[in-house]
């Protein structure tokens, strides 16, 4: 049996006809052809006959044909056409082929755009059971494979070594390309070289491309023909070559890229692709799919290390381990939570920055040395850092996890920043002596996680309780104290905080600049034992104090807030304000200090 592959004249196949020996088939642009050529014009409506023999086919010219008939470059009335072969009747191209069905005892198949090119699609399980003629040979090469992908400097050092390593493992093969494929059919070599550098240029199959790269799920793709016999497909552009591959490989670009080899295994002119013995090239397309796992497990290993370092600057050791070790960043998506934030600021950097206006990386290197302080004890009490502003850190706790504690927490990492900032405090051999910081804590609901990619993930915290934490920052400078809380923290910490951990106080009710509603401020201050030029009946004393200023009993105020230590700079503000006013509250006051700026 034989078939007839019809063709356009840009060599696209449009149909395939069986021709059966005793059965002539009629070929012309009426419909009721056998063979039927209607978007021809240069084809008469009964063209020819194709009448199959034992070993061959002939073509034959209706009488009543007035359009030509061409084989092998020239006008004929008739012809015998053997397999392989073709005519030509205006811009259609007919080719016999072999009308073998199904898979042939090597495996091998007729490929859906030309029978005269064999193909064979490979499964992982089907690879197993190939065996390596040369095991010695293609182990040593691969022992260099992780070396290779580590010593790559860039993408486009990557891809011509790995070509080089594919040309040693694969000593068949006379060319080696890094292809992609993309949407729309579109194919990319990445790179390509050859062993023989005279060859010329080297352009990898598009179709072969696409059987392999194009489909659902990528695989392994080998294609044989017979380069003396004519067909129209446009495949590995070298009449040298009688076989390509192609393997997806995982994570190389950020498109479907596959690993592309061809070579010449010597078909002899008279065989068909279907008939070669094949054990030589599965055991090239096997290795070189073992080629494409280790890149894809290095590439993923060191992607997972990229992503897990990228991660370790914002997220604490106890997070990341909940993350798992397949990074579950579905976690990490962005989501209404309640959240303590932290914002910290450097003080005293503006003037630091202009004595070491000649010595910007010394500053650079101190201020990130600061940082490096903020983001320690926020990651070490398990909040997350959200970002960095000039001198500042963004730090928030109860995302991605809830947690009860988030607020203590938050607390326990603003009086470990306070201890390291204050034990370096005044030393001028140190790069942090000459800092001090200001501390905003503030709790409320807010949407909390990532935003970027997989490979660069930077997360943040948005709503009123970041602006409320900046806010009270700023307001550290005029309450003269390192860290302030608003009234929703304090509540939550007073009570579960231990005493000999850290202390609170209430210090004001205050309106900021740019908020609608007052908030009463409480500060954070360390343990007695830690602090002792407060003690607790020193803080119980001053909130009384504090209470009286806002019910208006300004002299009662005084005298309870003057009684503390002078040392005490929490006290000015609330002394001034009393003195301005000669002990009196004003007639309008409502127990609220506003500030008219930041």
């Known amino acids: 049996m034989y078939e007839v592959v019809v063709r356009h004249s840009d060599g696209r196949p ?22 039927p050529l209607v978007d021809d014009p240069l084809v008469s409506r009964k063209h020819l006959v194709l009448v199959p023999q034992s070993d061959h086919v002939v073509a034959r010219r209706e009488s009543d044909s007035k359009n030509p008939l061409f084989f092998e470059g020239k006008e004929v009335d008739s012809c ?74 860039s993408d486009a ?21 890094i292809v992609e494929f993309a949407a729309g059919d579109t194919v990319r070599v990445l790179h390509w070289d050859r062993r023989r550098e005279t060859a ?47 393997t997806p490989v995982e994570g190389l670009t950020l498109q479907k890229t596959g690993l592309y080899l061809a070579g010449k295994r010597n078909l002899p002119g008279a065989a068909t692709a279907l008939d070669i013995d094949r054990s030589h090239l599965d055991a090239d397309v096997k290795f070189t799919e073992l080629v494409s796992q280790i890149i894809g497990a290095v590439l993923k290993s060191r992607r ?32 209404e939570c309640d959240v303590t934030v932290m914002f910290c ?52 706790w109860g995302w991605p996890f809830p947690s009860t504690d988030a607020a203590v927490n938050a607390c326990r990492a603003a009086l470990a920043i306070r201890s390291e900032f204050e ?29 970027g990619t997989l490979e660069q993930v930077k997360v943040t915290v948005f ?47 205050v309106l900021p600049y740019g908020m609608d509603r007052p908030v009463v401020v409480h500060e954070l201050l360390p343990s007695e034992k830690d602090f002792p030029l407060l003690s607790d009946q020193q803080l119980r004393a001053y909130e009384e104090g504090v209470d009286r200023f806002i019910q208006g009993d300004w002299e009662e105020a005084y005298h309870r807030l003057h009684a503390m230590p002078s040392s005490d700079r929490a006290q000015d503000l609330l002394i001034q304000q009393i003195a301005m006013n000669n002990r009196q509250a004003p007639k309008d006051w409502d127990g609220t200090i506003r500030f008219p700026g930041k």
């Open 80 to 153: 015998r056409i053997e397999i392989g072969q073709h005519i030509v009747v205006g811009s259609t191209l007919l080719q016999i082929v072999s009308g073998v069905s199904g898979r042939s005892s090597n495996g091998l198949t007729p490929s859906a755009d030309d029978p005269a090119v064999a193909q064979v699609n490979f499964s992982s399980q089907s690879l197993k059971k190939v065996r390596y003629p040369d095991a010695e040979n293609r182990i040593e090469v691969l022992t260099h494979l992780p070396e290779v992908i580590a010593g790559a400097r």
């Open 423 to 451: 034990s370096k405090r005044g030393r001028k051999d140190h790069p942090l002596g000459d800092f001090a910081m200001g501390i905003g804590l503030a709790h409320g609901r807010a949407v909390a996680g990532k935003i």
């Open 345 to 396: 600021d450097l003080r005293g950097f503006s003037q630091t920055a202009e004595n070491a206006s000649g010595d910007l990386l010394g500053l650079l290197d101190r201020v990130s040395r600061a940082l490096g302080v903020m983001t320690r004890q926020i990651l070490s009490h398990g909040g997350v850092t959200g970002d960095f502003q000039g001198d500042a850190t963004l730090g928030f």
């Open 157 to 177: 050092e990557l891809h011509v070594k790995l070509c080089h390593l594919l040309l040693r493992g694969v000593v068949d093969a006379e060319a080696a390309a």
């Open 14 to 35: 449009s149909g395939r006809f069986p021709l059966h020996q005793g059965h002539s088939l009629i070929v012309g642009r009426a419909a009721t052809c056998d063979i």
């Open 200 to 246: 010329g240029e080297f352009r990898p199959s598009r179709r072969l491309v696409r059987e392999s790269l194009g489909q659902a799920e990528p695989r392994s793709v080998l294609q044989v023909w017979d380069p003396s016999q004519p067909h129209m497909i446009e495949h590995t552009l070298a009449s040298d070559l009688d076989w390509a591959c192609c």
């Open 463 to 509: 709503g009123p309780v970041v602006n409320l934490a900046s806010r009270l920052e700023g307001l550290t400078k005029q309450l003269r104290v390192p860290i302030l809380l608003d009234e929703t923290t304090a509540a939550l910490v007073r009570q579960r905080l231990p005493a000999e951990e850290g202390r609170l106080r209430k210090l004001a009710r």
């Open 304 to 335: 997972w290390e990229r992503q897990r370092s990228g991660l370790r600057q914002f997220f604490a050791p106890p997070i990341l381990a909940a993350l798992g070790d397949d990074l579950d960043t579905t976690l990490l998506e962005p989501c």
